[in-house]
C-alpha cells in the first residue's frame, strides 16, 4: 500500500465500524490523519479505532446515525472537539435490506398467481423497505456531506470519497433498491464535483466490486465455507475469478485523498472490481 503524508488532517469515516470502511479508516490513519470512527454501532467504532490506536495512530470512535440530524450534530460537535474541523470525508454507511429484494432473478408467468409466502416478486416489493435502502445510501451519503464539509468550504480545501457500486453501472438481479440507490451515489458524486468545484473541495468515489463483508457473507458462502450459487455467478463474471480483499481499495482511496497525486481528478467514479465491469459475459 502506498503512503502519503495526512499529518495534522482531519479524517472522518462514516460506516466505520465495517470490513472495507474499517480498512479505510486504518490506511487513513496510518498516513497520519486523525480519524473520526463513526458507526451506528458505537462499540464497531470503538473496536477500529482502539484497534488504529494501538498501531500508534490517533483516532476515536463515534456513535452516529447518517440518517439523524441530531445524531450528526453531535457527531460534529464531537469530532471538531477532539481533532478539530473535517478535511477528509468518506461517505461509506449503507447496505440492503431484504424487503427492498426480490427472491427470483426473473419474474415467470406462473409468479402472478403464486401467493407462497416466501416469494417475493416485483410487485410485492414494500415501499417502506425501498425507501429504508434509497435513504440509508443516498441519504446517508447527502446528511453528512452537508454536516462535515462547511467548514471545508470556508477553508477552501477538502475532499470526499463516496462509496458507490457496481450496481451503479449495471444493475444486479433481485436488489433493485440498493442498485438504484447506488447509482444515485454515482450521479451525486458528480453534482457535488461540480457544486463545489469553486471552494476548493474535491468529490470522488470508489465502486468495490465484489468484497466479502459481513453484510453479504451469508448469501456468499454455505456454513461450511463453501460458496453459495450465487457467488458462482459473481466469480464467473470476473475474469480474475476471486473476491476482492479490502486492503486492494486502499491504493485507490489514497490516490483519490493525495493532493499531489489526484488534484485534478473531480468526479470521477473508479471501480475496484477484478474486471467484472469489463466483461461482458462471452
Known sequence: MSKVDLTGKTAVVTGGGGVL??????????????????DLRKEAADKVADEIKAAGGKAIGVAANVL??????????????AFGPCDILVNGAGGNHPKGTTSKEYLFPEDLENTAQELTTFYDL??????????LNFIGTLLPTQFFTKEMAKKGAGTIINVSSMNAFTPLTKIPAYSGAKAAISNFTQ?????FSRVGIRVNAIAPGFFLTDQNRSLLTKE????????????????????????????TLLFLIDESASSFVNGTVIPVDGGFAAYSGV
Open 224 to 251: 461450511d465455507g463453501s460458496f453459495t450459487e450465487r457467488a458462482e455467478k459473481i466469480l464467473g463474471q470476473t475474469p480474475m475469478q476471486r473476491f476482492g480483499e479490502p486492503e486492494e481499495l486502499l491504493g
Open 126 to 135: 414494500d415501499p417502506e423497505g425501498i425507501g429504508f435502502v434509497f435513504n
Open 191 to 195: 453534482w457535488l464535483a461540480v457544486h
Open 68 to 81: 439523524q440530524t441530531e445524531s450528526l450534530e453531535g457527531a460534529v460537535k464531537e469530532v471538531e472537539s
Open 21 to 38: 470502511c474499517g480498512a479505510f479508516a486504518k490506511a487513513i490513519a496510518s498516513c497520519g490523519a486523525n480519524v473520526a470512527v463513526l
